[in-house]
Nanobody, 125 residues
């Protein structure tokens, strides 16, 4: 059974930074692409950032480009999302996701096979 657990979400003020972590129990974690998605209240889940198995390629949503950084530590089966210059519009539940079959950094949530339970990030103005 695969476990993926996000942590690090909390209430912060606009302009603050925050790092989310995603610890997984997936075997061969180092061979799969990972991503972060988010879902704000009343909105659809949206792609935030993705990273290939070796960290060589990353992709970001336009809304977070230049502010967020995705990374991974394969030796620890963990992925991270460093969020800087946070804005109230970043308020959402953040999910990490892993794809077994897709190459690259797909933006479509249906390409991902495993998901965490989510962690709430709230940015106050």
């Amino acid at each position: 059974q695969v476990h993926m657990v996000e942590s690090g979400g909390r209430l912060v003020q606009a302009g603050d930074s925050l790092t989310l972590s995603c610890a997984t129990s997936v075997r061969l974690f180092s061979t799969y692409s990972m991503a972060w998605f988010r879902q704000a209240a009343g909105k659809e889940r949206e792609f935030v950032a993705g990273i290939t198995w070796n960290g060589e390629y990353t992709r970001y949503a336009d809304s977070v480009k230049g502010r967020f950084t995705i990374s991974r530590e394969n030796a620890k089966n963990t992925a991270y999302l460093l969020m800087a210059s946070l804005e109230p519009e970043d308020t959402a539940v953040y999910y990490c996701a892993l794809t077994i079959g897709a190459a690259g950094t797909p933006q479509y949530s249906g390409e991902y096979d495993y998901w965490g339970q989510g962690t709430q990030v709230t940015v106050s103005s």
